[in-house]
């Protein structure tokens, strides 16, 4: 087979490979298109009463929790993720948004407009029809839940490419869904590569709404298609360079404060959109924070993912580990300090793994500053005043989002104004809960929401109707 007709899913802590699956081809996706837009518009799935489709959707989160062990290890080996990692957090954090869509799908209501007694204005929302998902490969199921929970509770038909290295929980998830009773071609998951399984997403014409998680670049590609093709609506959301803000008094949280700044900063290896990759700290406790976080951070288990105790596992593949070590070494060569302990014995020669890492008195065009390098590296800052402060949060093309450590309210709300964010979390690491918009700013973010009911208006389109009254 030729590298477009097979896709290889390789073990990041090993370098070895876990199996080999089938790459969609761009035919193969117009086939899987026109299948969903017959399914759609027979019915099956799009006119049955919410409350069925409901019942559906809860059969399936009953089943992800049944296989819920199975699935943190898919995940778990793809992406190299912290096996506890998956079992506490994105499993039983999918199981829950898949949960939340089915029991939110029949409360999504329509409207009257004010037309007066001589008429009535009825504004209801219907599913799009055909939809496609293109995941990311940090959180493949958790992602996946986001996008599949919404769209097939609105009626719809959903084509979903997963990420290529960390396909096997997507699939799982179909066959699951066919096991709880949802109808054949309702919801399809295509592996393969971006550049074709992806673009042929992208292009297709009765792909009508499309969402998309992954990098800024692969989302103007996205974008550029859609305007190519047919206009279909796009939902993108991209990459970040999260600030953490701490004011003066910070330190009064302690231990907690430290503990969120490290999940912040290094959760999922730093391979995570919202990482805290930016602490920004305020000089008079700069050198006591520099030292306690960089303490913490030394103090890591780095290790097997499989293993329950590892905390930070390798990197997706090696050439993330290139990009990540080419910009630290850059940030090294320029001037910068290097805080890390190095990894421990022992581990697989050919694993991407590479070591918590703070940078201070990194400058200031530097990469590690300005780049999402999505690696296990965080600098650290110093400023003087609330002003700067925001000005520093702001100083990137991202606006995805930040945290602000302080016990005084105003200082809190003076900074959530100012700071240019699509979710700011006050003394705590957070990106809400399933019940509030997920959503970037600047180039993090366009077109849409995940999470919450705002996610619905990426699957569904509003439709007007105007009666006359006599």
Not at 237 to 253: F, I, N, R, T
Request: a negative charge; aromatic letters at 6%; glycine letters at 10%.
């Amino acid at each position: 087979m030729t590298r477009n007709e097979s896709l290889t899913v390789v073990n990041p802590a090993t370098g070895e490979p876990l199996t080999t699956l089938p790459a969609a081809s761009a035919d193969d996706v117009t086939k899987a298109a026109q299948q969903a837009q017959l399914t759609y518009e027979s019915g099956v799935w799009s006119q049955l009463p919410v409350r069925e489709r409901s019942a559906v959707l809860l059969r399936l989160a009953q089943l992800m929790e049944r296989d819920a062990e199975l699935l943190a290890r898919l995940d778990s080996e793809d992406a190299g993720k912290p096996i506890t990692e998956c079992r506490t957090g994105d499993v039983p954090g999918a199981v829950e948004a898949v949960r939340w869509f089915a029991e939110a799908a029949d409360k999504v209501f329509g409207r009257i407009a004010p037309g007066g007694s001589e008429a009535l204005g009825l504004v209801s929302r219907e599913p799009v029809g055909v939809g496609a998902a293109i995941l990311p490969w940090n959180y493949p199921l958790a992602m996946a839940s986001w996008k599949i929970g919404p769209a097939l509770a609105a009626g719809n038909c959903l084509l979903v490419k997963p990420a290529e290295a960390t396909p096997r929980s997507a699939l799982h998830l179909a066959a699951l869904a066919t096991e709880a009773g949802l109808p054949d071609g309702v919801l399809t998951v295509l592996p393969g590569y971006g550049a074709e399984t992806g673009a042929a997403l992208a292009h297709d014409p009765l792909v009508r709404a499309l969402s998309f998680t992954g990098s800024t670049a692969t989302g103007r590609r996205v974008l550029r298609a859609a305007a190519d093709s047919n206009f279909k609506r796009v939902s993108l959301e991209m990459g970040g360079k999260s600030p953490q803000v701490l004011m003066a008094d910070a330190l009064s949280y302690g231990d907690e404060l430290i503990g969120d700044m490290i999940e912040a900063a290094f959760l999922t290896t730093g391979q995570n959109c919202t990482a805290g990759s930016r602490v920004l700290v305020h000089r008079s406790i700069a050198e006591e924070v520099v030292e306690r976080f960089t303490a913490a951070a030394r103090e890591l288990v780095v290790g097997d993912p499989a293993d329950p105790r590892t905390q930070q596992g390798p990197l997706i593949d090696r050439a993330a580990f290139d990009r990540v070590a080419g910009a630290v070494d850059a940030a090294r060569a320029a001037g910068a300090q290097i805080h890390t302990a190095g990894l421990p014995h022992g581990l697989p020669a050919h694993g991407a793994y590479y070591p918590p890492t703070v940078i201070t008195r990194a400058p200031t065009e530097s990469a590690v500053l300005t780049r999402e390098l999505f690696g296990p590296v965080v600098t650290v800052e110093t400023f003087g005043s609330e002003e700067e402060a925001v000005r520093m949060a702001n100083a990137t093309e991202y606006g995805l989002a930040a945290s602000v450590w302080t016990r005084d309210l105003d200082t809190a709300l003076r900074l959530t104004r100012g700071i240019e964010a699509g979710v700011v979390s006050v003394n705590s690491y957070s990106e809400g809960d399933i019940t509030t918009p997920f959503g970037g700013w600047k180039q993090s973010g366009f077109g849409g929401a995940e999470k919450s009911t705002n996610a619905f208006d990426q699957w569904t389109r509003e439709k007007t109707v105007w009666i006359r009254t006599r």
